[in-house]
């Protein structure tokens, strides 16, 4: 796939990985940025993945639940990293009811009615290089090209992409993770971001930012992730094996 460097890069960062190799990769990818890197470096490092202090509902992984049991319950800091698809479709399937409820506290669009539309992977994905942190993409129906992206071009007005997300720590706990939407909005709305608002809510169903406002700046590391697809209307979709057919 010819987006595939910046598509498992940028997975890796939703997933988590460093900084530094961020900003690194981001430059290598031609970034027009003079420091595409700092703003990404400080929305990560801030670490929103974890806000959510309470376990989810119950939900575990129980082979790893089991191990660390066995192990006399170390204290384990940090995300599982060999948490099979298996395991994380089955966590992401016991995890969300909850999850959905959460961000259903929400009132931005998709919030509230994304787990009824349709779901575009096939199972909780996370990137190669940091297991662990599982996203999942939904899209409604005004976007219901977005499994043809890369041929579809700028998505309609209205269209509205949602990630959730969700880890497995070392004690083999569910986490909650924060949602991610795009949504498009009317020409001329935000050049930058190619008229999507970027949304973060956060694991207590909560608006962090949105390009609409407010706190746009807060996702303005996004936008500069993002606009590396500026040839897929800032979309990535997500590694060929997990799409649905
Ligand atoms: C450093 C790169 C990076 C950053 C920062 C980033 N994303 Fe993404 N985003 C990706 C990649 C790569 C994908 C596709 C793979 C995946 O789902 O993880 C993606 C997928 C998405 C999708 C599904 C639509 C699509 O592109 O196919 C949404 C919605 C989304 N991101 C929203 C956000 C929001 C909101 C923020 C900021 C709060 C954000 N992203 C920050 C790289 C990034």
Known sequence: MKNWKTLSLATAIVGGMTTAAIAADLIG???PHQNPGLAIEKELNTNFFTQLAASDGKCYVD?????????????VKGWAEDVTDDEAEAAYRCVFNKIASIYAKSDEDGAKEYGG?????TGAYTSG???????????????SNYGKF???????????????????????????????TMVKMEKGFN??????NYVLITPKGQTRGATAGPN???????????????????MFFMPEEYRVQ
């Open 216 to 234: 746009a700046k807060k996702v303005n590391f996004c936008i500069k992730c993002h606009e590396a697809a500026a040839e897929w209307d800032q």
């Open 29 to 31: 990818e031609g970034v």
């Open 117 to 121: 539309w349709k779901r575009y992977n």
């Open 191 to 196: 050049e930058a971001s190619a008229d999507w």
């Open 150 to 180: 890369e041929e579809f071009g700028t998505m309609p007005v209205g269209s509205v992409l949602v990630k959730d997300s969700f880890g497995v720590n070392k004690r083999g706990e569910v986490r909650i993770g924060p949602l991610f």
């Open 63 to 75: 082979r790893i639940r089991d191990e660390w049991k066995a192990a006399g319950k170390p204290k």
């Open 129 to 143: 290089t940091h297991g662990g942190r599982f996203v999942n993409s939904y899209a409604n129906a005004a976007a």
